[in-house]
């Protein structure tokens, strides 16, 4: 043994595609990590660095497989391994917490029972033993109710807990190295917090070694000893967690980092007319399902009572954690789903709770981008099919002018007149999400609801997205609802921002005043927003009241 | 939770009877309204025009549809299912015998299809992949292409023809030992069960398969388990519910293959039965042959919605 | 370890990869089809002649595939017999998959009430074995070859419409359905222009399987006597005639039965190995 725990040597997978050509996915790749340390693996979608990750365990997804190079764990090179042997180190010395517990947990079996199964699996200890252990790892990840948690069967806890359990599950067989795929991704920011003390706190007391897969800068700096930042399956850049944040060498990391620093918006003058009608005004808006009780109110309600306030090319930003309403509204506000209560007012004019009840000219005003580009766009739709039809159906266009129409919207989104002839399935995520724009802006809309549409997208391109969004304002004078759990996003964009929890507007500010807000809640949610700093996680001190009361751990 | 499998499981049984009256509405239609006058069958061709119009009469075959479909379905309901038109007798007194025959098939059919499709099945599954995996495939595919008289004729030509070891027809009353029972019912049993299985191997494999492709079979498979225990303690617990419906689809597959079955060996059941009566135009006891296998493809399915539902570990 | 086979293997052209499994069964298919359509010119024998001095006679230079129990030529009454089970049959789950799709995209789509009352009253008629249910239509139609058609046709458009519409169903919950609609657009180009082309695919492969039950459901009818009557004979029909020919295991028996088997199992494998789009990106 030469000393570092792990040893990475010249590491090749290749996959298999379709055609049944094998590319090579991960090329000569080498990286250490020594006993007790974390290394974090960072880098956007399709960087190879979970399969980098899961070389660890002998183990590759399907269609893909260890092409060449060594990967030693404790002195044993797992790619010679017979998948007998490897099942053997599997869960006693390298363990595995996956980026959603939710889905890694068998849901037809409790949860004490895969907790303690790797101690069934390697015959570590006995039984009771093993409920022993798993009761004392349940304590030292500060879940609730340790006693009685290991008895539910997983659909009955919450996100944030399941993944706690999932590193209960890691830690059980004690392992010398742990990796975390991702593990809080799936995760709101106020509930990540709790995960990843948790998580620092168990891998310091046991001296584990780690390695954490993340496509989060912010997120790493907490945890991580050493960066390795990958691209396109090769190192970029190796340093520690200092060295990579503060003095950066390679142009990729820089890039990284630039995107996760996004420029404010810079604003135009403060309202030059307040005599002016707004844009949009919704009132008291109450949407739900379920049938309508006697108080006019659904019986489940996901959104209540919530009214705010638009002027033409200004926009608002909403902002809330998974489950809020935040989406609901901005569907209610574009007709998709009808509001049980309230007002909707359109320049000037009451618009009909459901899309059925407006003109096609209303329809027309406000256009809706969604989230996840895959399923906004038919993908048995060729790029100019579907930037063809709203000219089609809004502005009785066709033939040259149409043609001529929607290859200046391309240019617009700044995409390649060859797109055209393309798939969606054939685009990259940024590209598809520009298509998705563009067929917004092919309406002539006035204003537009953008829901998380840079959730789904990496980092750099999500930040180029914003500048278009900027840009295309200034051009056309556009206004825009943007919907994010993202603060940082919304904060480049955006004069104003709500705050939503459970269906209710809990606050109401401007930028300017988005350091000192003032309900707990936003103050709360603000403070969650992991920073680049590595000693901000352990310096964040958190009302433990607040905590209590909003965080559904 | 408890009330909730409760009330999902006597929704099930109220679709079920929903469907029931459904299906007894269009197998009496079928039969009772479609061309074909029913008088002008019993007494052919010549008869006047008088002894047909008094036929009509006489079975009320005057009334509207709606009210000989109450009438009908009421009798149904008091085990009066009618009289045979070929031979006067009673429709009950026909089928009594023939439905124990049937059930006698059926029963020995699933008690051997039923243990070796799930142990192919999930074994397939298990070992996917491998030749031993892509043998079962293939055979399976092959069976359930091709016709059950097929099967039923190479079974004959096999073990009649070739080898001489059965009879090629059965006849059950010439039963007497242990040995005659082996030889009458070997033919038809071999035929169904092979059919029966090949149905029930592929979709068992691809119950156990799907549920392999799952994050929590890897995430075991991640903490050093056993192929075997993949598949027996993670994947199955959760494939119960869609295995449990094939065995039942499969089970319903029985009723197709009996009817080619019986006709083939001359085995003197219900679906011979109602065969010969599709030859003689004889309606009511179509009608009671159709409800008796549509009662049976019903009761199977529904008794494998509601241990779906039962198995379903999030409404435990 | 070798990096890319090359391009150039077998069937990958025009984007597509097709195996030779599903080359060959696609090739066993159109020579079916084929001989569906020029069997009057092809045969060697006429159907009705009597060629043979003896019954269930063997195979021969002459009577490729020996002779029936009246001593006819079985080759020239199997090619012929192919007009009947390929004809029935494609007829039949044309109309079948037809209305099926398109019942189960107006129901998906619609949603409401409409959906309610189709889904309930065609899984009903879902649930009445197929087998039975022919049964049952035949006792009251007869065996008329329109009325054959017709019989199979309402006996499987309950399958195409319940696959179709559970198609749609999922196709219905995507965003770009919820923008097409709140662009304002109506059921027809909803179904026509968003769900078919998505659908399109699978509904094929499930109308190939739906052929291959007719096919099945058309021989078995046949072979209990009450499908293709005579003196027209499908390949189902051909094994009834001959069965007396099974104790001496007569090849009039076993040849109508290999070419149904080989007409099943080819379109099950074309579907198992269909021609595949190649998405690689990377090779652009």
Known sequence: MTGNLVEIRNLRVEATTDAGRRVEIIKDVSLDIAEGEIVALIGESGSGKTTIAMTLMGYTRQGCAIAGGEVRVAGVDMVKLSEAERARIRGTRVAYVPQSAAAAFNPALTIMDQVTEVARIHKLMSAVEARAKALSLFKALSLPEPETIGNRYPHQVSGGQLQRLAAAMALIGQPKVVIFDEPTTALDVTTQVEVLRAFKAVTAQHNIAGIYVSHDLAVVAQIADRIVVLKDGSVQETGTTSQILDDAQHPYTRELLAAFRPKAQQRGPECEETTKRPLLQVDNLTVGYGPRLRDGQPLISVVQAVSLELDRGRNLGIIGESGCGKSTLARAIAGILPAYAGDIIFDGRELGKAGRGRTRNELRQIQIVFQHADTALNPAKSVEDILRRPLTFYHGMSGKARDTRVSELLGLVHLPKSVRHRLPGELSGGQKQRVNFARALAAEPTLILCDEITSALDTVVAAAVVELLKELQRELGLSYIFISHDLSVVEAICDEIIVMYRGQKVEEITPARLTAPQHPYTRLLFSSVPKLDPAWLDNLEQNADAVRAYCRQ | MKRQVTSLAVRRLLIALITLVIVSFAVFFATALLPGDTATILLGQSATPEAIEGLRKAMHLNDPAIVRFLRWMAGLIQGDFGTSYANNVSVANLIRGRLANTMKLAGLTASIAVPLALTLGITAAMWRGTLYDRIVTVATIGIISVPEFMIATLAVLLFAVYLRWLPALSFTNEVKSFYDLMRTYAMPVVTLTIGVSAQMIRMTRAAVVETLNTPYVEMALLKGASRPRLVLRHALPNALGPIVNSVALSLSYLLGGVIIVETIFNYPGVAKLMVDAVSTRDLPLIQTCAMIFCLGYLTLITAADIIAVLSNPRLR | ?284
């Open chain 3, 1 to 284: 370890m070798t990096k890319s086979t090359s391009p150039g293997r077998l069937g990958v052209r025009f984007g597509y990869r097709f195996n030779l499994i599903g080359l060959s069964a696609l090739a066993i298919i159109l020579l079916w089809g084929g001989v569906a359509v020029f069997a009057p010119h092809i045969i060697p024998h006429s159907v009705g002649e009597i060629v043979d001095t003896d019954y269930f006679g063997p195979m021969s230079r002459d009577l490729w595939f020996g002779s029936d129990y009246l001593g006819r030529d079985i080759f020239s009454r199997i090619l012929m017999g192919a007009r009947y089970t390929l004809g029935i049959s494609l007829a039949a789950v044309s109309i079948a998959c037809f209305s099926g799709v398109a019942l189960g995209m107006t129901a998906a789509v619609a949603g409401g009430w409409l959906d309610s009352i189709l889904s309930r009253f065609l899984d009903a008629l879902n649930s009445i074995p197929s087998k039975l249910f022919s049964l049952v239509v035949v006792a009251a139609i007869g065996s008329s070859i329109p009325a054959l058609i017709a019989t199979l046709s309402v006996i499987y458009t309950p399958g195409a419409y319940r696959f179709a519409r559970a198609l749609a169903v999922n196709v219905n919950t995507m965003d770009f359905m919820v923008v097409a609609r709140i662009r304002g657009e109506g059921l027809p180009y909803l179904i026509a222009s968003e769900i078919l082309p998505n659908i399109l695919g699978p509904v094929l492969a499930d109308l190939g399987l739906r052929f291959v039950f007719i096919v099945l459901l058309l021989s078995g009818l046949s072979f209990l006597g009450l499908g293709v009557q005579p003196p027209y004979a499908d390949w189902g029909a051909l094994v009834r005639e001959n069965i007396g020919g099974l104790p001496f295991g007569a090849p009039a028996v076993i040849f109508p039965s290999l070419a149904i088997a080989s007409l099943t199992i080819c379109v099950n494998l074309l579907i198992d190995n269909l021609p595949r789009k190649i998405r690689d990106r990377s090779a652009e």
